[in-house]
């Protein structure tokens, strides 16, 4: 996996963000899409009810599905999330791997938040990012992988993919 993508920005077109809540995707996802003018699925809106209550499992698989059939941005849903479709259409993974304390705290900025949510952010690092990391290897071997660990690294990142 590479610290720096191979292509230029105006070649991404269909691009998955990865990471812990708080990690910043759906803000790098908004700021890329309109960049790039690619509409953005936040999957937060289309996953989560005003109450917090999340889809139906097999409801959320189908909309997965439709939703990785557009041509468009979209970022990650940690345990709820079913990859898959749209790793396999990726041609850019961005992976936000930022420190829990960060996360921690954009998300308490940000508002209310389920305990599973907190647990899962807290445990993503050692549960789930080994799993993502497979994933890409296995559905998306063709794609550009970048690695972020922190804001001056996007800052880099996104400069140096607009040369």
Excluded: H
């Excluded at 809106?45 to 109450?51: I, K, V, Y």
């Amino acid at each position: 996996m590479a610290g720096a993508a191979r292509g230029k920005i105006e070649g991404m077109e269909r691009v998955v963000i990865l990471g812990r809540g708080g990690a910043g995707k759906s803000t790098l996802a908004r700021e890329l899409g309109a960049e790039l003018g690619l509409p953005v699925i936040e999957l937060d809106l289309e996953f989560w009810s005003e109450r917090l209550e999340p889809l139906a499992p097999t409801e959320w698989v189908t909309r997965q599905r439709q939703l990785a059939e557009q041509d468009r941005m979209d970022g990650d849903l940690g345990p709820y999330d079913n990859i898959e479709p749209r790793l396999r259409r990726a041609d850019t993974v961005i992976v936000l791997d930022v420190p829990l304390w960060r996360s921690a705290y954009r998300a308490w900025r940000r508002g209310r938040e389920r305990w599973d949510f907190w647990v899962w952010t807290a445990n993503w690092r050692r549960n789930d990012r080994p799993g993502l990391l497979c994933a890409i290897v296995k559905f998306a071997p063709d794609a550009d992988v970048v690695v972020l660990r922190t804001p001056t690294d996007v800052r880099s990142w996104r400069s140096s993919v607009r040369r």
